[in-house]
């Protein structure tokens, strides 16, 4: 069982990232997936989630701004990030709630002023 996150990286204030997370070992269809990041210095907050119906919910902070969805064929989960602030800086992490909890390594967003 594995979370692979990828497409991290830096960009300057107003740019735009697409995250993408790659699960092995599991199954998507019907888990919760989401995004979650954590700054330095701060705990673990909710970016996105997204249902095995499709429902999505965001943090107040992203809202209008980011975009998650998902391809169960490709067991996959993405994040779609506009509008980007240096606030956004962070270690973006992937999630998968399924019988059990799982989590990707993480993938470092930075973004300059």
């Known amino acids: 069982v594995q979370l692979q996150a990828s497409g991290g990286g830096w960009v300057q204030a107003g740019g735009t990232l697409r995250l993408s997370c790659l699960g092995s070992?599991?199954?998507?269809?019907?888990?919760?997936l989401g995004w979650y990041r954590q700054a330095p210095g701060k705990q673990r907050e909710l970016v996105a989630t997204?249902?095995?119906?499709?429902?999505?919910h965001y943090g107040e902070s992203v809202k209008g701004r980011f975009g998650i969805s998902r391809d169960n064929a490709k067991k996959a989960v993405y994040l779609q990030m506009n509008s980007l602030m240096p606030e956004d800086t962070a270690v973006y992490y992937c999630?998968?709630?399924?019988?059990?909890?799982?989590w990707g390594q993480g993938t470092q967003v930075t973004v300059s002023s």
């Open positions: 997204i249902t095995s119906g499709g429902d999505t």
């Open positions: 070992g599991m199954i998507f269809g019907p888990a919760l």
């Open positions: 999630y998968y709630g399924y019988l059990n909890n799982y």
